[in-house]
């Protein structure tokens, strides 16, 4: 069973910087194994993937809206993944999901491949 609890949501500028943070624990999880991404979901839309970055941290992945702009890292020391968003976007406004999902390769980008969830975090961009 493993646990992902998100943090660093908020309201934020245009423009402005937030980092996310997501805490995974559980009582024989390996985090060293896992891949981590990030999803968002706004109102009225489909969750849709964000970032994510595999077991190794030497393959990352991001949806082309965001490249750039958003950075997704992965510190095993302390079973923790983050996104830093940079020149936030009033379009990205949203809740952001942690995602964790026991699989080898390449970043992953679909939903599906990912069994683990967090609560989610609002992130509101104000323009």
């Known amino acids: 069973q493993v646990q992902l609890e998100e943090s660093g949501g908020g309201l934020v500028q245009a423009g402005d910087s937030v980092r996310l943070s997501c805490a995974a624990s559980?009582?024989?999880?390996?985090?060293?194994?896992?891949?981590m991404g990030w999803f968002r979901q706004a109102p009225g839309k489909e969750r849709e993937f964000v970032a994510t970055?595999?077991?190794?941290?030497?393959?990352?992945a991001y949806t082309d809206s965001v490249k750039g702009r958003f950075t997704i890292s992965r510190d095993d020391a302390k079973n923790t993944v983050y996104l830093q968003m940079n020149n936030a976007k009033p379009e990205d406004t949203a809740v952001y999901y942690c995602?964790?999902?026991?699989?080898?390769?390449?970043?992953?980008?679909?939903?599906?491949?990912?069994?683990?969830w967090g609560r989610g975090t609002q992130v509101t961009v104000s323009s």
């Open positions: 559980g009582r024989t999880f390996a985090f060293s194994l896992y891949a």
């Open positions: 970055i595999n077991w190794s941290g030497a393959s990352t």
């Open positions: 995602a964790a999902g026991r699989m080898w390769g390449v970043a992953a980008t679909q939903r599906q491949e990912f069994a683990s």
